[in-house]
């Protein structure tokens, strides 16, 4: 963190989703007005070119509208911009333009003029270049020791230095075994040009050896060559300093001197004339620019070097003088003279945002007062105190699970469900036997009332259901928050109307305190028309085939839940409760409630926890197995390996066959390990569902309230996802254990009792199932769910029995119709065995 800010002088956002690099910026008089104010010329990869006079009223101020002294569309993307001596037959500065396949080379000028408006600034163009080569960068001076004017080299993406003479090409020469073009610059000193090849060294050759050298029309070495007509490209020095490089820079102490500065990945390099290092800094961050210039101290060298920590850092040979803070990250930095103001730095980042600073310090002018000294009343602090611990406790007791939200939100997110299926089904690649999977479409809104950017929204299902989509993103909202919405999908997305079933494995009784509902009411969309009375029992039919009966007692307030399969229960389970929860709102009536009364399913519960934690017991020993076999098969690979090297040929003792069959091994574990991790996926969402189930009959059994509804599902489903890593079993069995140890715990004692920090996958489920069981156990003598350690209550309830179930003969009646068939075929796919999807929440994120 630095201490000091970089004082900002002058700034501006250049146009919209533009990028920029290191050699789009460049300063220089490139008017000529003779002033010595240098002007700020900024090329971007969306081809506008632009220049800058920056005239702040106030130190801070942003861009003005007569700042700008010239926007220029050039449709080619810009590479590179340099202002240097580039028109025969005179010495006034022109303006040099990088582009892909064309160099071009501009004057700017200016018109005094004779309205408010100011000066007009145009371009012309002098001359330009056509590359028959896709150009990478570029540098210019005076090549072989030509006064009053400078040449310019090109480097091509395939590591061709193209020499322009102004107007005329002079010649071209690939670099001996370049494979990607680095950073290149001119020592006019030595008359040398200097780069760092895709070796990591850097590479130093005479201006002079390449005008001489063999012309490079072509790689391969000419017939002349050959005959030694010609000479071959040599190299003058060379260094490797182990690292790619990002920038090179010539500084000059005077006539007699020179240094060659490198910035690497991870350190800078300065360098002598003769490829000698002079000294090396190691950075502690990732550099993005640099900019070396002479120092005031005679034969030292300062360097500003900018880093991906927006940081700006200067040093004085290795010694670090100076650290600022940039507000982004800088991707060229140069120095000038701005309005009367020297030493001016200018940073230019990827994204447009240009910067004018200046290093130091602005004095502050608020003087603190002075503190009255008295004496502390320790008695007084000792009351005060405690009132703010019984206030922070009082807080914990009444504050909900989730935090209030504020009455008017900056960000709303609300979810409409389309009433019908999509005409034609999105879930093109899945089916269910003969039958296409139905697909429903959500339309999620966002309102805000601030100016938002870029925006986030997440959306998530319960497997087995599956999303287009799950991921939005917008450019233009966003604030630093989380906004939730949950909604419900038509029941119909994955059931259809099916034939009752007269008996079933897994029963369960709910009780209520209103008269029954004729489930024709409750449910209109699963009437099935072979029947002729639904009133009192109907039957759903999963895409997996599977199915559930419902029935409504006659004579009781009772409605009843069967099916085959336990997990398969809870959908509609829950349907039936919100659906009647709806109906009752609607009649006006308020003080509908539900009960279970009958005993806790956990054996039922119990079995498919032990299938589950089976699958992950299985997959870890396969992948130990696979493990074992790769490193087998890596020894066999290797001892081949050496006997192929050998010279002399030697019997290969059945290596290659036992390489086949460890190879065989390996393809039929993966193999395996996969088949395995599906069957475990389908465990995992059977039970998600039965864990649904199990949370909504305590809730039920016990009464609970929305937040001890909401502890105990935070308890029990704390993963969206299984991971070998990190699952269910142990997830699920922390939770519990702390609640049994803070607000279900019998005594101080087992308050006092450490938890293990580390989660790691048990041997067996003996432990979470005994959890599983106490929790119960605990709730029925009066426990109650909170997040406060000391809201712990006298447990005095006696838990209740078994229910009375519904007679048979309501379902009896119907003697007459056959045992039901499945309406789908079983699949191989995880919708046919997975049924039992969550009310599929939409969370929407915004960042």
């Known amino acids: 963190m630095s201490l000091f800010k970089a004082r900002d002088w002058w700034s501006t956002v250049l146009g919209e989703k533009e990028e920029f690099d290191q050699g789009c910026l460049c300063l220089a008089d490139v008017d000529n007005s003779g002033n010595g104010q240098d002007k700020i010329i900024v090329g971007s990869f969306m081809g506008y070119l632009r220049i800058f006079n920056p005239h702040p009223v106030k130190t801070g101020d942003g861009t003005q509208a007569e700042d700008l002294l010239l926007e220029v569309h050039l449709r080619d993307p810009i590479l590179q911009v340099e202002v240097g001596k580039f028109v025969s037959g005179t010495e006034m500065l022109h303006l040099a333009i990088l582009h892909s396949r064309k160099l071009c080379v501009y004057s700017v000028s200016g018109t005094l003029g004779n309205v408010e408006h100011g000066n007009q600034y145009q371009i012309k163009l002098m001359y330009e270049h056509n590359l028959q080569r896709t150009a990478c960068n570029m540098t210019y001076g005076p090549f072989g020791g030509v006064k009053g004017r400078d040449l310019i080299c090109i480097q091509s993406i395939d590591g061709m230095l193209m020499v322009f003479e102004q107007e005329s090409y002079a010649f071209g020469r690939f670099l001996p075994g370049s494979l990607l073009p680095g950073p290149l610059a001119y020592s006019s000193r030595t008359d040398s040009f200097i780069t760092v090849s895709s070796c990591r ?125 940039l507000p982004h990250v800088p991707v060229a930095v140069k120095v000038g003279s701005l309005h009367d103001l020297k030493g001016v730095i200018v940073t230019l980042s990827d994204d447009g945002h240009l910067q004018c600073s200046y290093l130091g310090t602005d004095p502050s002018l608020f003087q603190a007062p002075k503190v009255e000294s008295r004496e ?7 009351i005060e105190f405690k009132e703010l611990q019984k206030t922070i406790k009082d807080v914990n ?33 899945v089916e269910v036997g003969a039958e296409l999977v139905p697909s429903v479409t959500v339309k999620v809104t966002l309102q805000s009332r ?31 928050r989380i906004i939730q919405c949950k909604f419900r999908l038509p029941l119909k997305l994955i059931c259809s109307p099916g034939q009752p079933s007269k008996s079933a494995s897994h029963k369960l009784t709910i009780d209520t305190n209103k008269p029954p509902v004729s489930l024709l009411s409750l449910f209109p969309g699963f009437a099935n028309q072979s029947d002729d009375d639904q009133v009192n029992v109907m039957g759903f039919c999963f895409l997996g085939g599977s199915r559930v009966t419902l029935l409504a007692s006659k004579t009781s307030q009772r409605y009843r839940i ?10 509609v389970t829950n349907e039936l409760i919100l659906r009647l929860q709806e109906y009752f709102e609607k009649q006006g009536i308020r003080d509908f409630a539900c009960s279970f009364s009958g005993s806790m399913p956990l054996q039922e519960y119990f079995e498919l926890i032990d299938h589950h934690f089976e699958l992950r017991m299985n997959g870890e020993k396969l992948e130990e197995l696979l493990s074992e076999r790769a490193v087998q098969f890596r020894a066999i690979q290797r001892r081949l390996l050496t006997r192929f090297k050998d010279k002399t040929p030697a019997p290969l003792q059945h290596l290659d066959t036992l390489l086949d069959g460890t190879y065989k091994q390996v393809m039929a574990l993966a193999d395996a390990i996969e088949e395995n991790q599906g069957h475990l996926f389908q465990s995992f969402t059977r039970l998600t569902s039965a864990t649904h189930l199990v949370i909504l009959l305590i809730s039920l059994w016990q009464k609970l309230s929305a937040d001890q509804f909401a502890i105990l599902e935070a308890a029990f489903l704390p993963l ?55 929790l119960c156990d605990r709730l029925a003598k009066g426990g109650r769910l909170c997040l406060s350690t000391d809201a712990a209550v006298p447990q005095t309830m006696v838990m209740p029995g078994g229910c009375t179930t519904i007679p048979e003969s309501d379902l009896e009646e119907r003697s007459g119709e056959q045992e039901s068939t499945g309406l789908f075929t ?12 969550e009310v599929s929440p939409l969370h929407g994120v915004s960042e």
């Not at 029309?217 to 182990?242: A, P």
């Not at 069967?562 to 959908?571: G, I, K």
């Not at 079983?826 to 999807?837: I, Q, S």
Request: hydrophobic fraction near 35%; aromatic fraction near 8%; glycine fraction near 4%.
């Open 201 to 325: 060294q850097v590479e130093s050759y005479k201006y002079q050896v390449l005008a001489f050298a063999t012309d490079a029309d072509k790689r391969q070495e000419t017939e002349q060559q050959k005959l030694g007509s010609g000479k071959r490209l040599v190299v003058d020095w060379t260094l490797n300093i182990g690292e790619q490089a990002l920038d090179i820079c010539i500084v000059s102490f005077n006539q007699l001197a020179s240094s060659v500065f490198v910035l690497g990945e991870r350190n800078f390099f300065c360098l002598k004339d003769n490829g000698q290092i002079r000294f090396m800094k190691k950075l502690d961050c990732n550099p993005s620019c640099f900019l070396p210039y002479c120092s005031v101290s005679e034969g030292t060298i300062n360097t500003l070097i900018g880093n991906h920590n927006n940081m700006l850092r200067i040093y004085q040979d290795v010694t670090l003088k100076w650290s600022t803070q």
């Open 826 to 837: 079983n699949h191989k796919h995880l919708l046919a065995d997975t049924p039992t999807p």
């Open 450 to 480: 601030l100016a938002l950017q870029k925006a986030k929204l997440s959306v998530y299902v319960q497997p087995p259901l599956v999303l287009t989509c799950d991921q939005f993103t917008f450019e233009c909202l966003g604030v630093p």
């Open 720 to 774: 969206q996802q299984d991971a070998q890593e990190l699952g269910w079993e142990e997830t699920v069995d922390a939770a519990i254990s702390h609640l049994l140890k803070t607000c279900l715990s019998k005594s101080s004692k087992e308050q006092a009792l450490n938890l293990s920090s580390l989660l790691s996958i048990p041997k067996d489920t003996s432990r979470l199932k005994k959890h599983i069981t106490l």
């Open 376 to 382: 502390l009343n320790y008695e007084d602090l000792d």
């Open 562 to 571: 069967q099916s085959e399969q336990f997990e398969d229960l809870w959908l």
């Open 397 to 429: 007791r009444t504050q909900g699970v989730w935090p209030m939200t504020e009455r008017e939100d900056d960000l709303t997110v609300s979810a409409l469900v389309s009433p019908n299926f999509d005409s034609v089904s999105q879930a093109t690649d």
